[in-house]
């Protein structure tokens, strides 16, 4: 089976930085994906890492090491409404498109 | 704006009925569609790939018999769940990939439905 973690919860001040980890250990890798989502709602996409390296977008930021199964979001200058679920999910099929996620990382924004 | 529409959002049911969901591809053909399933505070599952034109590929542990799904167009695939149960109760989140220029195959979501059998 497929095996992601990330941790369960966080909790950072408005205008700080905060770093959610994920490792995984996966039959195959072909992509690393950070999915937002708030409560009640749908994931929408953040960011995609297939090569090592840090791929950068605007607040956000994400990493990957493919020899560590290691990747970490990284976002900057928090708001409010950056509360909500983090979802790892990695592609581990060549020829499908199909996601294995992470259990999600809770991120609390306080004042 | 949304590139996938999902319908209903919320849904309540008594125990024993069948509730349909339904999953669009808005402006993009989508030939595979994926059909996760969400409990509170939990990861998203994947319970099936939907394939336009033949039959959906369905995880290890998911009745096929329960969950039917159609994928009957090119931009629908539907997820019928049968004689619902109170643990069926879920959110139930449908996605496809877009490829576009640039893209890498994201998955994007439909809006996703709340299922609630009473």
């Known amino acids: 089976g497929q095996n992601i973690d990330q941790p369960t919860e966080m909790t950072a001040t408005e205008g700080a930085i905060v770093q959610i980890n994920c490792t995984y250990q996966t039959s195959g890798f072909n992509g690393l994906f950070w999915y937002q989502q708030h409560a009640g709602e749908a994931p929408t996409f953040l960011s995609y890492?297939?090569?090592?390296g840090l791929e950068e977008k605007g607040r956000f930021s994400s990493f990957l090491s493919r020899s560590k199964g290691y990747s970490y979001l990284l976002l900057k200058e928090l708001q409010m409404k950056d509360s909500a679920s983090y979802l790892c999910a990695v592609r581990t099929g060549e020829d499908d498109y199909k996601l294995s996620f992470g259990a999600g990382t809770t991120v609390t924004v306080r004042a | 704006g949304a590139v996938v529409s999902q319908h209903p959002s919320w849904v309540i049911c008594k125990s024993g009925t069948s509730v349909k969901i339904e999953c669009r591809s808005l402006d993009f053909q989508a030939t595979t569609m994926f059909w996760y399933r969400q409990f509170p505070k939990q990861s998203l599952m994947l319970m099936a790939t939907?394939?336009?034109?033949?039959?959906?590929?369905?995880e290890q542990g998911v009745e096929k018999d329960k969950f039917l799904i159609n994928h009957a167009s090119l931009t629908l695939s539907t997820l019928t769940v049968t004689s619902a149960h109170p643990e069926d109760s879920s959110f139930y989140i449908c996605?496809?990939?877009?490829?576009?220029?640039?893209?890498?195959?994201?998955?994007?979501f439909g809006e996703g439905s709340r299922l609630t059998v009473l």
């Open positions: 996605s496809a990939p877009l490829f576009i220029h640039r893209s890498t195959g994201e998955l994007f």
């Open positions: 890492n297939v090569l090592d």
């Open positions: 939907s394939n336009e034109g033949s039959k959906a590929t369905y």
